[in-house]
Nanobody, 123 residues
Framework: QLQLVESGGGLVQAGDSLSLSCAGS????????MGWFRQAPGKEREFVAA????????NYADSAKGRFTISRDKAKNTVYLQMNSLKPEDTAVYYC????????????????WGQGTQVTVSS
């Protein structure tokens, strides 16, 4: 069983940057496509970014393109989400996710989920 633990969330101002981390345990993350989702208050959870198991292919939601970067460090069994130029509308709980299929993950139904980390962007 794979466990995912997110960290790095917090309160920042608009325009600031923040880096989220997702550490895996139980299984090696190198076997999985990894991704980030977010859920704002009163809204459904939405896809943010994904990276293939090899790290060579990425997907981004339109809202994340040009501002967010997903990456992975196989040696550390960790996936990252670098978020720049943050906006108040980026405020949400951010979830790490994993699945053996990147298409399944991007489609919103990954097998494994983390507990989430809160990101709050003030204006």
């Amino acid at each position: 069983q794979l466990q995912l633990v997110e960290s790095g969330g917090g309160l920042v101002q608009a325009g600031d940057s923040l880096s989220l981390s997702c550490a895996g345990s139980g299984l090696t993350l190198s076997s999985f496509a990894m991704g980030w989702f977010r859920q704002a208050p009163g809204k459904e959870r939405e896809f943010v970014a994904a990276i293939s198991w090899g790290g060579s292919n990425t997907n981004y939601a339109d809202s994340a393109k040009g501002r967010f970067t997903i990456s992975r460090d196989k040696a550390k069994n960790t996936v990252y989400l670098q978020m720049n130029s943050l906006k108040p509308e980026d405020t949400a709980v951010y979830y790490c996710a994993a699945d053996s299929s990147r298409s399944t993950l991007v489609g919103g139904t990954p097998k494994y989920w983390g507990q989430g980390t809160q990101v709050t962007v003030s204006s």
